[in-house]
T-cell receptor
């Protein structure tokens, strides 16, 4: 089955700097890669996703890049703000008779004011 | 608010007991997924239902079972509870079951087994 590895497990950045979180996946058939943000004690919320027919997607300060050959995808947050502090999870799924999302282990991002 | 509801919000029970967690998906969503999140852990997929039928199974223990009813709400039953079952249980829903769809998470049920 799919295996998703996520790095780093913790990340601290100065407010205004950029943060990058990286994930690798094992199943070459995977074609959908969402990123979820989870604040303490709250539900995971989708912040951005990308499909395998796209190499990059951007939404304001958040961007995701996908390298299918290397089987890795990354989340980029620019101009970080205190409210970006949360745990971020990447996930992958093939969607071909295997609908379950396999999540990475999460990255705890702390923005230092 | 994602539109997915879960009850109860909190549940405290003793080892050996049985509990039922309930999830109502977003209006129009046919798929329901259940996840377990232990302290400082990631999200472990338990099981998925689509339009009343089991669709995919993950790391779900034999002591756990689930079902989806004709009105599309779902229940997760946890029996013979152990201390290690203490966790946050999320359900999520999506329109279809293609996997490549956004899953919307409910607020979770925090289960504490004493």
């Amino acid at each position: 089955g799919e295996n998703v590895e996520q790095h780093p497990s913790t990340l601290s950045v100065q407010e205004g700097d950029s943060a990058v979180i990286k994930c690798t996946y094992s199943d070459s058939a995977s074609n959908y890669f969402p990123w979820y943000k989870q604040e303490l004690g709250k539900r995971p919320q989708l912040i951005i996703d990308i499909r395998s027919n796209v190499g990059e997607k951007k939404d304001q300060r958040i961007a995701v890049t996908l390298n299918k050959t290397a089987k890795h995808f990354s989340l980029h947050i620019t101009e970080t703000q205190p409210e970006d502090s949360a745990v971020y999870f990447c996930a992958a799924t093939s969607g071909f008779g295997n609908e379950k999302l396999t999540f990475g282990t999460g990255t705890r991002l702390t923005i230092i004011p | 608010d994602s539109g997915v509801t879960q009850t109860p919000k909190h549940l405290i029970t003793a080892t050996g007991q049985r509990v039922t967690l309930r999830c109502s998906p977003r209006s129009g969503d046919l798929s329901v997924y259940w996840y377990q999140q232990s302290l400082d852990q990631g999200l472990q997929f338990l099981i998925q239902y689509y339009n009343g039928e089991e669709r995919a199974k993950g790391n779900i223990l034999e002591r756990f079972s689930a079902q989806q009813f004709p009105d599309l709400h779902s229940e997760l039953n946890l029996s013979s509870l152990e201390l290690g079952d203490s966790a946050l249980y999320f359900c999520a829903s999506s329109v279809l079951a293609s996997g490549g769809e956004t899953q919307y998470f409910g607020p979770g049920t925090r289960l504490l087994v004493l």
